[in-house]
C-alpha cells in the first residue's frame, strides 16, 4: 500500500498584491478570446484547440486519481517523459494529464507521450478559465516545472485541494529580484507547493530567500532516453552522405546559423552542416541569410547532393534522426544573447560531443561539468567556433575522445530521478 502524508492544510488567505492581480486579470478576461484569436492568425496559437486556452477541456476525465504535470515549452514538456514513464511503472492505476502552453511541445508531445496519457493546452491565467480548468479535471496533484509560477492557476488549484509540487526548480536572478519586491505574494506562491524541488544551488538560494522551502535537488534535463528516430530515414540519409563528415547545427536562433555556417565554411574539407532550427517556421527567413552557401530544404523534399553544402532541417521531431548523423554537435541558443543555450545532453546520450557559445545560462551547471568531464568545449565567437570545429575534426582521436566524454557524462545523470520519486511519491494518492 503506497503511504501518503498528512492532508494538506488550508490554503493561506491571499494577500493584497494577488487578489489585484485576480481582479485585474478578471477585468480583462472578457479580451481573452479576442486575443487568442488574434494570436492563432499570427502562428502562435492552435487555431483548433483556442477553447482549451480558456479552460475548455476537449477531452473527458478519466475516473480515479489523476496526476497533471504542466510544462511550458518543448524542452520543459520533452524533460517529463523520464518521469511520466517511472510512475507509469510503479503507480499504472493513476491517470496522467500534461498541460503546455506552445503549439511546438503540443505537437511533439503527440508523439512521444505514452499511450493514455493526455494533453491539453493550459488556461490563460484568468479566474474563469482556471476556474474552468480545475474543475474539469480536478487533479489530485499537480507537478509544476521549473518557473511557470502562474498565480490564478496554482492558487485556483491549491484552494481545491490540489497537492502541489515545483520540481526541477528553475528561478534566475533576474525573477527572484522581482519576486523579492512583492515577498508576501512569493511566500503565498512558493509555500503553494508541498515540494520544490530545485535544478541547483543558486535556484536552491533564491527560492530559500523568497520563503520557500527547498526539500532536495531534480533537473529533468539532466535525465532521458535517447531522443527517437526513423531507422529507414537513417539508412537513406546516410547512403547519401556517402561517409561525409557532418556537423549538426541543433536548435539553432536567428543570427546563429549564419555564425556557424561562416564558421564551418573556412574548413578543409568542408563537412556538410545539417541545420536544425529551433524554430522551423523560420525557414524562410533562415534560407535568406545563408543564400550564399548551396543550402537544400528538408521540408520542400529536396535531396542531399555532393556540392550542398548545408541541410537546412526545418521540420519538427528529427532531432534524434540527424543527431545520429553527426560527427560533432554545434549547440543553439549559446551564441544569441537571451536565448540561455539548451541542452547539451541531447547529443550526448547518443554519442555526440558538443561546442556551445557561451552565453547558457539556463544550463551552465551542465555545461560546466560537461566541459570538465571533457564532453563539450565552450568557444566564444564564430572564429573560435571555426577553430574548435578544425581541431576536432582534423585529429579523429580527439574527436572520439569528446564523443565519449560526452556518452560517459550522460550516462552518469540517472540517479536523480530514484531521489526524487522517493520524495515526491508521499503525494500521491493511496492506490
Not at 40 to 68: N, Y
Not at 91 to 101: C, F, I, N
Not at 288 to 311: F, K
Not at 379 to 392: I, K
Amino acid at each position: 500500500m503506497t503511504t501518503r502524508a498528512p492532508p494538506t492544510p488550508p490554503s493561506p488567505p491571499r494577500p493584497w498584491s494577488l487578489t489585484a492581480y485576480r481582479a485585474a486579470a478578471a477585468l480583462i478576461s472578457p479580451l481573452a478570446g479576442t486575443v487568442l484569436r488574434a494570436r492563432a492568425r499570427q502562428g502562435k496559437e492552435d487555431p483548433g484547440r483556442l477553447r482549451e486556452r480558456l479552460g475548455h477541456a476537449s477531452l473527458a476525465r478519466p475516473a480515479g486519481a489523476l496526476v497533471w504535470m504542466h510544462a511550458v515549452s518543448v524542452g520543459e514538456s520533452l524533460s517529463l517523459l523520464p518521469l511520466i514513464a517511472a510512475l507509469q511503472a510503479e503507480r499504472p492505476d493513476l491517470a496522467v494529464l500534461v498541460t503546455s502552453g506552445t503549439q511546438a511541445s503540443a505537437e511533439i508531445l503527440s508523439r512521444r507521450l505514452p499511450a493514455g496519457v493526455l494533453h491539453q493546452y493550459a488556461p490563460v491565467d484568468t479566474p474563469g478559465a482556471v476556474q474552468r480548468f480545475v474543475r474539469h479535471w480536478r487533479p489530485d496533484v499537480g507537478l509544476f516545472v521549473e518557473s511557470e509560477l502562474w498565480p490564478n492557476l496554482i492558487l485556483a488549484a491549491r484552494e481545491a485541494g490540489t497537492r502541489l509540487a515545483l520540481i526541477s526548480a528553475r528561478i534566475t536572478d533576474k525573477s527572484a529580484r522581482r519576486w523579492a519586491a512583492r515577498p508576501a505574494a512569493a511566500r503565498a506562491m512558493l509555500g503553494s507547493f508541498e515540494l520544490i524541488l530545485a535544478q541547483e544551488a543558486a535556484t536552491e538560494q533564491r527560492l530559500q530567500a523568497l520563503g520557500g522551502a527547498v526539500g532536495g535537488r531534480l533537473n529533468l534535463k539532466r535525465l532521458g532516453d535517447p531522443l527517437p528516430y526513423d531507422p529507414d530515414e537513417l539508412t537513406d540519409l546516410k547512403a547519401l552522405l556517402a561517409g561525409r563528415r557532418v556537423v549538426v547545427a541543433a536548435s539553432t536562433h536567428p543570427t546563429e546559423e549564419a555564425l556557424i555556417a561562416g564558421a564551418i565554411a573556412t574548413l578543409s574539407p568542408r563537412p556538410l552542416t545539417i541545420i536544425v532550427p529551433r524554430h522551423p517556421e523560420l525557414s524562410a527567413d533562415i534560407s535568406r541569410d545563408l543564400a550564399d552557401h548551396r543550402l537544400v530544404l528538408r521540408s520542400a523534399g529536396e535531396a542531399i547532393e555532393p556540392e550542398t553544402e548545408i541541410y537546412l532541417a526545418d521540420t519538427l521531431g528529427e532531432m534524434g534522426l540527424f543527431l545520429r548523423l553527426a560527427d560533432l554537435a554545434v549547440m543553439g541558443g549559446g551564441f544569441a544573447r537571451g536565448v540561455g543555450g539548451h541542452n547539451p545532453l541531447e547529443p550526448a546520450r547518443l554519442g555526440v560531443g558538443v561546442i556551445s557559445g557561451p552565453h547558457v545560462a539556463n544550463f551552465a551547471a551542465i555545461y560546466a561539468e560537461m566541459t570538465q568531464a571533457g564532453g563539450a568545449l565552450i568557444a566564444a565567437d564564430g572564429p573560435a567556433l571555426a577553430h574548435a570545429l578544425g581541431a576536432m575534426l582534423e585529429d579523429r582521436s580527439r574527436l572520439d575522445a569528446l564523443n565519449r566524454a560526452a556518452a560517459d557524462f550522460a550516462g552518469r545523470q540517472g540517479d536523480q530521478l530514484a531521489a526524487a520519486l522517493d520524495l515526491i511519491r508521499p503525494l500521491l494518492p493511496a492506490e
